[in-house]
């Protein structure tokens, strides 16, 4: 399976970097793990067919993580044609933050008939649901965002790929990327420690627990990026465009 970091920035741009999404492809499927507000320009900008994902996975319900969702769906109603149905599979409150999301941006939006059928998951704590062919466990996380935030850990194709998503170090984190083929971690911060988030420096001194196969960190705000060199000599980093195999 190859995984595409359609977006890896922070919530704000930080180094002209889109918000989160990775796109994954599997042998049977492909799927996108987050979906932010910039990520339907970062799928055209990186040339990934919209048509092709049959599922979005969310970690939790910021803007940078989800509000890419109401662009897909209307782009996939008016300019993509689709015709396959679309799955997405977040947390519990899922279902009307997307609701929400969309009516504001785009009133009557969710009242128009679509070609495709769209199915909301809202994915219990601690249990693996099967959504569309993924395997997805969900690891309670601690991120205020209004809904229950989750690290997430997929397997599909027997290798299996984790995420924090957004949070501060909690036992969430390890339980999620404990042993996993690729782990791909936020690293907001890379010394300060800030609530509802994480630091380089406490992701080292855990990191030996966690034992991931592989490490990828992600979500770079302005005093990471001003250390990204000397931290590249020591880990490898997402970036914008970058595909893995895994
Ligand atoms: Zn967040």
């Known amino acids: ?5 359609v977006g890896c920035g922070d919530a704000f741009g930080t180094g002209g970097r889109f918000n989160t999404c990775f796109y994954v ?6 799927f996108l793990i987050d979906c932010g507000a910039t990520s339907m320009t970062a799928i055209r900008h990186h040339g990934i067919d919209p048509n092709s994902i049959d ?14 969702i109401p662009f897909f769906i209307l782009d996939a109603q008016l300019y993509s044609r689709r015709e396959k149905p679309l799955t997405v599979a977040g947390p519990p409150g899922t279902k009307a933050r997307l609701h929400d999301a969309m ?5 009557g939006s969710t009242e128009v008939t679509r070609k495709f059928d769209t199915t909301v998951i809202e994915m219990p704590k601690l249990e693996t649901t099967e959504v569309a062919g993924l395997s997805v466990e969900t690891f309670p996380v601690s991120h205020a965002c209004g809904d229950p935030p989750y690290a997430l850990r997929v397997t599909v194709d027997g290798k299996t790929v984790a995420y924090t998503g957004d949070t501060q170090w909690c036992d969430g984190v390890k339980s999620a990327g404990h042993n996993a083929d690729l782990f791909i971690t936020e690293c907001l911060f890379h010394s300060r420690q800030v ?38 000599e020591r880990y490898e980093l997402a970036e914008d465009g970058k595909t893995v195999s895994i």
């Not at 599922?55 to 890419?68: E, S």
Request: proline share 6%; glycine share 6%; no cysteine.
């Open 195 to 232: 609530k509802g988030h994480l630091d380089l420096q406490t992701l080292e001194e855990h990191m030996p627990a966690i034992a991931p196969k592989r490490l990828i960190l992600t979500h770079f705000g302005p005093e990471m990026m001003a250390n990204l060199a000397e931290v590249a």
């Open 25 to 30: 492809k599997a042998d049977a499927t492909a």
């Open 55 to 68: 599922t979005i996975l969310l970690t939790h319900l910021h803007g940078d993580h989800f509000a890419g």
């Open 1 to 5: 399976m190859e995984l595409t970091f």
């Open 103 to 107: 009516e504001l941006l785009f009133p």
